[in-house]
């Protein structure tokens, strides 16, 4: 089993929806961080939280710390919003625990 | 613009050659670390260093070989690669390496071993 497991792996979406992102880790964890990588191969830090949740313009980032889970929420999702969302615990030796990442793609 | 750049972006190379992948980072940050991103697999940590000095090695072959000389500078030298290294090779860079530091990633190196 992974230790860090995203859903859905796919995810198609038309310009203006609402999008959730979940993930879901068994590993104890201090912080989480989520993601964005373009296709270009570059990665972006988006959020990164050890409890409640955080806002950033559309984006917005929920944890639940007793449940191990953690969401990603876009608001009126854009095309420029395609990219792979990376879900990412931190261990208890504090290293980033890598999940296989959302491929969301936004139709306009 | 992330503040961490990374030479080349691309890199194609034979089995027998020898190269080398080069990360700056000019955020004044202590950490830095490789990551290598297979297709269709979860990014995997390669190494850490904290202070110029490697505190964390995971279980990389020798033909990778890191190297740390200033906190701004990384570089993982390639040597007798396989063609199942072939795969987008990153580099980020933190504060510290702490549990609640942000981590910045360069754009990184898309590596092919004919």
């Known amino acids: 089993k992974n230790e860090v497991e995203q859903s859905p792996q796919n995810l198609t979406a038309q310009e203006g929806e609402f999008i959730t992102i979940n993930c879901s880790y068994s590993v104890g964890i201090s912080a989480l961080h989520w993601l964005q990588q373009h296709p270009g191969g570059g990665i972006v830090s988006l959020f990164m939280?050890?409890?409640g949740k955080k806002k950033h313009g559309r984006l917005i980032a929920t944890i639940n710390i007793q449940e191990k889970h953690s969401s990603l929420h876009i608001t009126a999702s854009h095309p420029r919003d395609s990219a792979v969302y990376i879900c990412a615990p931190r261990g208890s030796q504090g290293n980033l625990i890598f999940g296989k990442g959302t491929k969301l793609s936004v139709k306009p | 613009e992330t503040g961490v750049t990374q030479t080349p972006r691309h890199l194609v190379m034979g089995m027998t050659n020898k190269k080398s992948l080069k990360c700056e980072q000019h955020l004044g940050h202590n950490a830095m670390y490789w990551y290598k991103q297979s297709a269709k697999k979860p990014l995997e940590l390669m190494f850490v260093y904290s202070l110029e000095e490697r505190v964390e090695n995971n279980s990389v072959p020798s033909r990778f070989s890191p190297e740390c000389p200033n906190s701004s500078h990384l570089f993982l030298h390639l040597h007798t690669l396989q063609p199942e290294d072939s795969a987008l090779y990153l580099c980020?860079?933190?504060?510290?390496?702490?549990?609640?530091?942000?981590?910045?990633f360069g754009p990184g190196t898309r590596l092919t071993v004919l």
């Open positions: 939280l050890s409890s």
């Open positions: 980020a860079s933190s504060l510290g390496q702490g549990a609640y530091n942000e981590q910045f």
